[in-house]
């Protein structure tokens, strides 16, 4: 699978020693990497689809002082979707009222019907790639229904209504970011965890430093703003269990492709 990391800060930190500390994971995770940095509505993104360890571009970023206060960064272990670029995360889109969504996510989509069309308008082939043009399309129809852009609080709403359906039956590590508030999500015990530090929260897949990292409460989406615990959804009890047999059902059907 793939790894993440996230933070969301009140102020901008030091990240070069956390990062150094992911990227370092890449052996078992060599398909790609990806770093966004974000500014409110802006995001520099950079990614390859070659392992972390081989980038120079990432080697000449983690020389200089990296100090943000909302980072995403992901390695990749492909699954679905083959070693492209267009495969790599971070993923981004802007809604219809100018709003950046950016999005990693560690899972695969084994079944979702609601998906299938954007297999035809997404750029590369991931199940990644098409959760966010279908959470863009679900923003996009709230706004249009109420005949405004949505508030904090309907955002955090339309999300807490996707994601109890999606984990059905999938693996749903996610972590999203649309300008103003950082969403989190992981319904597999144990594969996300969280550290409150420094007016921040920060967010990976194993924890990366010897402090008291925790469990992200899982079968429930959480919200962020500015280093502070804001929203909390409905505890949807869809837990994913790992099974290698579903990923031998999966990896047969791209095999008949």
């Not at 990806?34 to 080697?59: F, P, Q, Y």
């Not at 929203?231 to 791209?254: A, C, R, S």
Request: charged residues 25%.
């Amino acid at each position: 699978m793939c790894e993440l990391f996230g933070v969301c800060g009140q102020h901008r930190l030091y990240l070069n020693e956390y990062l150094r500390t992911f990227y370092g994971h890449c052996d078992k995770h060599p398909h790609g990497w990806g770093l966004a940095i974000m500014n409110g509505n802006d995001a520099v993104i950079e990614k390859e689809s070659k392992k972390a360890s081989k980038s120079e571009v990432l080697k000449e970023r983690l020389r200089h002082t990296m100090k943000e206060k909302t980072v995403l960064a992901h390695i990749r272990y492909a699954t679905i979707g083959n070693v492209e670029l267009w495969n790599c995360h971070p993923y981004t889109a802007i809604d219809e009222s100018g709003r950046r969504w950016t999005m990693i996510h560690n899972g695969t989509i084994f079944e979702y019907e609601g998906l299938d069309k954007y297999s035809r308008i997404q750029s590369g082939d991931t199940d990644s790639e098409r959760i966010l043009l279908y959470i863009i399309d679900r923003m996009n129809q709230a706004a249009e229904k109420k005949g405004r852009a949505l508030n904090p609080v309907e955002r955090f709403q339309v999300l807490d209504s996707i994601f109890p359906d999606l984990a059905v039956g999938n693996k749903l590590n996610i972590l999203l970011y649309d300008g103003e508030q950082m969403y989190v999500h992981t319904n597999c015990r144990k594969t996300l965890y969280y550290l409150h530090k420094d007016e921040a929260y920060f967010f990976a897949t194993v924890p990366l430093t010897d402090d008291d990292w925790q469990p992200v409460p899982f079968t429930q989406l959480l919200g962020y703003r500015d280093g502070m615990h804001v929203y909390e959804g409905q505890i949807h009890g869809n837990e994913y269990v790992d099974d290698p047999e579903n990923y031998k059902y999966l990896y047969q059907i791209f095999a008949d492709l």
